[in-house]
């Protein structure tokens, strides 16, 4: 498989506390991976390290194929418009209605202005997330799920080729989880995108993940499919699956 992300021995500190040890990973084209873990292992961080916004203290990180700490600021724009970002609050414009918020991405990033390309891309994004008809309202007027699958939708837009995840469904009741898992899914199926998944959500992760990793004190410390991991000895480990 075509490694798209390569992390070798990734370190990163804050005031002398180690957030990042020796991080290793790689992920394959097309493959979902999560990394599991606890709040404030780190998980954050390395996916942030990825888009160039967290500058690590040592070792090596590629994205096809690019140190990413080598680029400059044009070299960081170009790559952040192959990686489609969906943070914990969706991150979308409240004083802009659906409309606007998916047109955003479009103009700023692809530099798009054809109104007809807008509307084309926008519709296809909601109809892909299950959002058909709420063009013209306004964020305000979604349910928590709602604008999740919104935020996801306006990452979309710009067809990204990594897809990063930070916690997708903290916040959402049971159902709108598993709703939200299966999109992330669907979304793999149709746009082919790599995806990265930062979640403490077993039940996110057991649904999503080609590959699940284990992060904790800053390391990853054990990696596996979910079944795999199930039966693991290491008792942290175990500690997800309960």
Known sequence: MEAVIEIAGLHKS????????????????????????????????????????????????????????????????????????????????????????????????????????????SLEVLESVGLQGVIDKMPSELSGGMRKRLGLARTLIVHPEIMLYDEPTTGLDTITSREISDLILEMQRKYKATSIIITHDIACAKTVADRIVVMANGELVAEGKAEELEKSPDKLVQSFFK
């Open 14 to 121: 804050f005031d002398g506390h180690e957030v990042l040890k020796k991080i290793n990973l790689t992920v394959g084209k097309g493959e979902n991976v999560v990394i599991l873990g606890k709040s404030g292992e780190g998980k954050s961080v390395t996916i942030k390290c990825i888009v160039g916004l967290i500058t690590p203290d040592e070792g090596s990180l590629k994205v096809f194929g690019q140190e990413v700490k080598d680029l400059d600021e044009d070299g960081l724009k170009t790559l952040r418009t192959r990686i489609g970002f969906l943070f914990q609050g969706a991150a979308l414009y409240d004083s802009m209605t659906v409309r606007e918020n998916l047109a955003f991405p479009l103009k700023r990033v692809l530099h798009t202005r054809d109104k007809a390309e807008i509307e084309k891309r």
